[in-house]
């Protein structure tokens, strides 16, 4: 398929349509995050535009024409004390853009991202049992299964959430 959406690292100015788009995306798909609805519509407008000039994190962006339909950020893995893996997370796009290889691509900005560091050994993603969708994404990028942990999440239960990695050859 034709690639139609422009992608792009996401800057202060860009706070709005990032704020908004990832509200959306933790309220319509609530069991899917670490995080939550509840929580993040809490943050301010300064914490909103901090996020996006953050040393320790990136997020891009796809858009169509001027709208933001696709969020995908790297950060630092904060389970990993020796501060030697990325984390990629924020995973979003709008259902009538899924399925195109567009969010793949999205993605690959993040990991040239964390790559350009130069202080990561890995880059780490996970999904919660039964997101196929976030899976299949990971495979296609070539990332490597290594754990399963339980983690309660923010819609209640406790459920299993597989961690994969991408070794980054310096
Ligand atoms: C996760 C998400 C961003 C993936 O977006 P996407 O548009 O499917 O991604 P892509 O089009 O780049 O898909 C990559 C591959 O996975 C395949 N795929 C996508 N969903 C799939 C599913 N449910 N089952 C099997 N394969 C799937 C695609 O067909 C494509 O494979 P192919 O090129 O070999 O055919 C999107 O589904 C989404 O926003 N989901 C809701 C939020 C969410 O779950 N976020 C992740 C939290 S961990």
Known sequence: MTQ???????????????????????KSHP????????????????EWQDILESKTM????????????GLAAAY??????TGKSACLGMWYMTPEF????????LVKLTIAW???QNKYDRIV?????????????NQRLGFEY?????DRWPDGPTADNYFYELRITK
Do not use: P, Q
């Not at 069991?31 to 300064?46: F, T």
């Not at 990136?58 to 339909?69: I, T």
């Open 4 to 26: 139609e959406l422009l992608k792009r690292s996401l800057g202060r100015d860009d706070w709005e349509e990032f704020r908004n788009l990832r509200l959306h995306a933790l």
């Open 31 to 46: 069991s899917v995050y670490g995080s939550s609805y509840a929580r993040e519509s809490l943050r301010s407008d300064v």
């Open 58 to 69: 990136r997020v891009f962006g796809a858009f169509n024409d001027k709208a933001l339909v």
């Open 76 to 81: 630092d893995w904060l389970s990993d004390e």
């Open 98 to 105: 899924r399925k195109s290889s567009e969010f793949t691509d």
């Open 114 to 116: 964390a790559s350009a």
């Open 125 to 137: 993603v996970s999904h919660r049992e039964g997101n196929e969708s976030s899976k299949a994404v």
């Open 146 to 150: 290594f754990m399963t942990r339980a």
